[in-house]
T-cell receptor, first 112, second 116 residues
């Protein structure tokens, strides 16, 4: 079936460090891929998305590229800030925004 | 523009009691989703509505869970009777489906249920 495997956390980095959170997906169909972020005390927010192979989603300095050959959608940021501390979820869906299948989430903590 | 509204934000009940959660989607969004999020896990879909029709309820435990969206706007999710294992966060999301394309899903803040 459809699934998403996400890098386990928690991840702790110093401010201005480079961030990578790994995500791989099952290659059933032609999924759209997403990264959602959940800040403390808030609801899930869409961070970025990509709908086809080789698309790059980007937002707030974060990037992820839809890699069909490796079935991956790794999240990266060149220089993290304390305000990036949150839980990050990788997700996939078929046919646009029908059922979203989420990974288990990665808690990121940035220390000054 | 108001986002997805959920109430209550927190609920504590004893096992075997009933409980209900309410969701008001973003105005104009015709698709509404209920997700269950267990601690340390990603959300899992319980039910998806397009207008007032439940188009995917395959993951809804129908022996104790029920949902409705009578006028195709707000929705209620009910558990009766609640069990200890139902302790989780219940998330509501909405999106606009128009002309074959689907917009992103917008999530509410969730209702955190604790069953004692």
């Amino acid at each position: 079936g459809n699934s998403v495997t996400q890098m386990e956390g928690p991840v702790t980095l110093s401010e201005e460090a480079f961030l990578t959170i790994n995500c791989t997906y099952t290659a059933t169909g032609y999924p759209s891929l997403f990264w959602y972020v959940q800040y403390p005390g808030e609801g899930l927010q869409l961070l970025l998305k990509a709908t086809k192979a080789d698309d790059k989603g980007s937002n707030k300095g974060f990037e992820a590229t839809y890699r069909k050959e490796t079935t991956s959608f790794h999240l990266e940021k060149g220089s993290v800030q304390v305000s990036d501390s949150a839980v990050y979820f990788c997700a996939r869906s078929n046919f646009g925004n029908e059922k979203l299948t989420f990974g288990t989430g990665t808690r990121l903590t940035i220390i000054p | 523009e108001a986002g997805v509204v959920q109430s209550p934000r927190y609920k504590i009940i004893e096992k075997k009691q009933p409980v209900a959660f309410w969701c008001n989607p973003i105005s104009g969004h015709n698709t509404l989703y209920w997700y269950l999020q267990n601690l340390g896990q990603g959300p899992e879909l319980l039910i998806r509505y397009e207008n007032e029709e439940a188009v995917d309820d395959s993951q809804l435990p129908k022996d104790r869970f029920s949902a409705e969206r009578l006028k195709g706007v707000d929705s209620t999710l009910k558990i009766q009777p609640a069990e200890l294992g139902d302790s989780a966060v219940y998330l509501c999301a909405s999106s606009l489906v128009a002309g074959g394309s689907r917009d992103e899903q917008f999530f509410g803040p969730g209702t955190r249920l604790t069953v004692l």
